[in-house]
């Protein structure tokens, strides 16, 4: 399994991104999809989590600003990303569960908001 995780870039405060990841390789069923992001010298943390009904939890930081989505038939996850701030600089990473039992990451994405 392959996660290719794009969008990522330079957006002014206040701005929009919108980040993607997909899914290939051999298996039978997505669960959960999260994004996370790690800025430096912080932990990683979660961001946005989607399960496969499509109900999604975001952490307060983020919340009324990202929105993820999902595309089932893509095997794709989405993070809408809007009303950005430079404390949203980070590297995000994108997160799938797979079969029920493994996880996988996609290779980070820079995003990083500054005028």
């Known amino acids: 399994v392959q996660l290719q995780a794009s969008g990522g870039g330079l957006a002014q405060p206040g701005g929009s991104l919108r980040l993607s990841c997909a899914a290939s390789?051999?298996?039978?069923?997505?669960?959960?999809m999260a994004w996370y992001r790690q800025a430096p010298g912080k932990q990683r943390e979660l961001v946005a989590l989607?399960?496969?009904?499509?109900?999604?939890n975001y952490t307060d930081s983020v919340k009324g600003r990202f929105t993820i989505s999902r595309d089932n038939a893509k095997n794709t996850a989405y993070l809408q990303m809007n009303s950005l701030k430079p404390e949203d600089t980070a590297v995000y990473y994108c997160?799938?569960?797979?079969?029920?039992?493994?996880?996988?990451w996609g290779q980070g994405t820079q995003v990083t908001v500054s005028s």
């Open positions: 390789g051999h298996f039978f069923v997505i669960n959960g």
């Open positions: 997160n799938v569960g797979i079969d029920g039992h493994t996880e996988y």
């Open positions: 989607i399960m496969g009904a499509g109900n999604a």
